[in-house]
């Protein structure tokens, strides 16, 4: 924050009040804007900058601080204070012949232990009241005398002068300070040179291009920004939009100096646009500038596009040395591994492109053996790719993933096979059943006739017997006979019976 | 943020256009009271670097700026393990200029000059580090070998 402390402006209605406390002041209170209890934006804003204390009574009337200017020309080293590296602002001279500003003096003592006050450049003691002097006077004219600018500079003030006027240049005449506004009630700001506009701190919106803002900023606005006012070209006097101003001076502005449009190709004529114009006509060069810059924008188009490709380049060569590095590593003892390399029986002089295995190696011929064969690579060359243990882990591990999915797909088919082999026996076994279940029923049926037709025997014993009223003796000779008959007299139809059944059977 | 002091703009500006052969600072990006400092161990001293790579004597340091400097002195502190009597294992720095002697007429580079020196010239009767300067006393020139042999471990470019 370079921007100085408002002053009041002579005519200020509160300057009664300021001058009834003495213009001169150093450290009076003074009561400024608003009431006691409510600081103004001002006091906050001095009670936050360096030296606040010294500053927050007298803020209406401080004068700008030195130390914040911006000189034209850098300043003699000799008249640099060293505590705030700027030139002395009011310096005094101390005993041993050292000097500095005097508020940067009281700072540094301030903050020096109880009662003891050193030169800060030589650390002598040093009496405040009999040792600190006034400095030369000649030194006193070189700082008058150096040449600043107006600290309100940022908001469009060009003064530049020497420094013994800026006091009275931003006090009085500079019409860019800052004053409070004139209005009781509001506490904004606004440049002196305003300050009888009465408040300006009302938004309004600019008629041309509708942008809103406030009062105060709506001239500068519309003298130096609003892009739908016009304005006159700089160098050709033509009245136009501010808004077109840039393509006016850029394409068309006839009296801007412009070179050959043939200047890609080396043409060194440069004129106003008017003659340059006329000069291309007849310049060889200007007429193949449009070639030109053509193949110019292709080349850089694809320079543009080779970047990012060669950057890939780089990172892809980087992560496959990475990879080369882990799977080979340039280790001399790696040679004495045993290096297992299961695709060497198939590939004893192994190219790069299996020297990786690859899960999808269905050309290997299928191995009874359930382990990969283990060898001693034949290449003892210590930086023959297959005498890395990396390399050698990898290939067993993929060796053994083979062995796994070989066993998991036997186990499949002994599955498949043990499932048809059940599937047979038991069909034999019902098969079995089937024929023992139908000698059953034979044997059943050749039972039941055997048993009717003893029956019947018996039945027409017995009436044989009632007939011709036998003895009991001639009963049970008879019955034994029965009981023989069926065996032998029924000999031929069992036959039969047993014939069909075993035909049954049979079918 | 209160604005940073002229003075504290001016020293920065400085410290990046004549830069101290052997010294860096430079200011973080979000607190430009808050710096990166590198210091190169001096010439003859059992904190120099080596002539072949990897070189090395080259020690970190945050400086950082108090609320009032110049008239309280800088804040320094190593942030690279060193063996020194007059510096503690927490990078703490037994200077007078940073307390007692301060004066606000010092500023950045002549404070890192004076840390430089003390390098070059190490106070074992002013100690900090206590232990350390113990063993300096005791037996010189194994101490300066073990400041070598830390300088050769920590002290990496
Ligand atoms: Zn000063
Ligand atoms: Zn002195
Ligand atoms: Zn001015
Ligand atoms: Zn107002
Ligand atoms: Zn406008
Ligand atoms: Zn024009
Ligand atoms: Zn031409």
């Known amino acids: 924050m370079s921007s100085p402390e408002p002053i009041p402006p002579p005519n200020d209605r509160r300057s009664s009040r300021a001058s009834s406390a003495g213009m001169d002041t150093a450290d009076g209170i003074l009561p400024v804007g608003g009431p006691p209890n409510d600081p103004s934006p001002l006091q906050i804003r001095a009670s936050n900058s360096l030296n606040s204390k010294n500053r927050r009574s007298t803020i209406a009337k401080q004068p700008p601080d030195l130390h914040l200017l911006e000189y034209v020309s850098q300043p003699d080293s000799n008249l640099v204070c060293l505590i705030c590296h700027s030139p002395f602002d009011r310096p005094v001279q101390l005993f041993c012949g050292h000097f500095f500003c005097r508020e940067c003096l009281d700072h540094a003592w301030c903050a020096q232990q109880e009662g003891r006050k050193t030169c800060p450049t030589c650390r002598s003691r040093v009496d405040p009241e009999k040792d600190v002097r006034p400095v030369p006077k000649i030194i006193e004219t070189m700082l008058d005398e150096l040449v600043v600018k107006c600290p309100n500079a940022k908001s469009g003030c060009g003064w530049v002068e020497q420094r013994v006027n800026v006091n009275d240049h931003v006090m009085l005449y500079c019409e860019y300070t800052l004053v409070e506004c004139a209005q009781h009630d509001c506490r904004l700001h606004i440049s002196q040179k305003e300050f009888h506009k009465g408040c300006l701190h009302y938004t309004v919106s600019c008629e041309d291009c509708h942008t809103s803002m406030m009062k105060k900023d709506l001239e500068d606005h519309q003298r130096t920004a609003c892009a739908n006012r016009s304005t006159n070209c700089l160098h050709c006097d033509a009245s136009l939009l501010r808004l077109d101003l840039k393509t006016h001076i850029k394409d068309a502005c006839g009296k801007v100096i412009t070179p050959c449009q043939g200047t890609i190709v080396g043409c060194t004529f440069t004129a106003e646009r008017a003659q340059t114009n006329l000069h291309e006509k007849s310049c060889p060069m200007a007429t193949m500038a449009p070639h030109f810059r053509d193949q110019q924008a292709r080349i850089e188009r694809n320079e543009a596009r080779l970047e990012p490709l060669t950057r890939k380049v780089g990172i892809l060569e980087d992560g496959l040395s990475s990879i080369t590095n882990m799977l080979y590593p340039a280790n001399d003892s790696a040679s004495t591994f045993p290096v297992t390399n299961p695709w060497i029986p198939t590939s004893p002089t192994p190219s790069p492109s299996n020297l990786v295995p690859t899960p999808t190696s269905a050309s290997r011929p299928p191995r009874s053996h359930p382990y990969p064969k283990t060898h001693r690579s034949p290449f003892t060359n210590p930086s023959h790719p297959f005498d890395s243990q990396v390399h050698h882990l990898l290939t067993l591990h993929e060796s053994l993933r083979d062995e796994v999915n070989r066993i998991a797909n036997a186990l499949t088919d002994l599955e498949g096979r043990t499932n048809m082999m059940v599937m047979n026996e038991s069909q034999r076994t019902k098969d079995d059943m089937l024929h023992t279940n139908a000698a059953i029923n034979g044997m059943r049926h050749q039972l039941h006739w055997l048993i009717s037709a003893t029956l019947q025997q018996r039945n027409s014993t017995r009436t044989a017997a009632n007939a011709a009223s036998g003895s009991t003796s001639g009963a049970r000779q008879g019955g034994s006979a029965a009981r023989q008959g069926p065996s032998a007299g029924f000999h031929a139809p069992l036959r039969r019976l047993s014939d069909s059944t075993r035909q049954d059977t049979k079918l | ?157």
């Open chain 2, 1 to 157: 943020m209160a604005a940073l002091p002229k003075r504290i703009i001016k020293e920065t500006e400085r410290l990046s256009k004549e830069p101290v052969p052997g010294i860096s600072a430079v200011p973080h990006d979000d607190n430009l009271r808050y710096f990166d400092v590198t210091i190169d161990g001096p010439a003859q001293s059992p904190y120099e670097g080596t002539l072949l790579p990897p070189f090395g004597g080259v020690f970190k340091l945050e400086l950082f700026l108090p609320d009032d400097y110049p008239m309280t002195p800088p804040k320094v502190r190593f942030l690279t393990k060193i063996y020194h009597p007059n510096i503690d294992r927490l990078g703490r720095i037994c200077l007078d200029v940073l307390k007692s002697n301060w004066s606000p007429a010092l500023q950045i580079r002549t404070i890192l000059l004076s840390i430089q020196a003390l390098l070059g010239a190490p106070n074992p009767d002013d100690p900090l580090a206590n232990d350390v300067a113990q063993q300096w006393k005791e037996d010189q020139n194994q101490a300066i070998a073990t400041a070598k042999e830390w300088t050769e471990k920590f002290a990496k470019a």
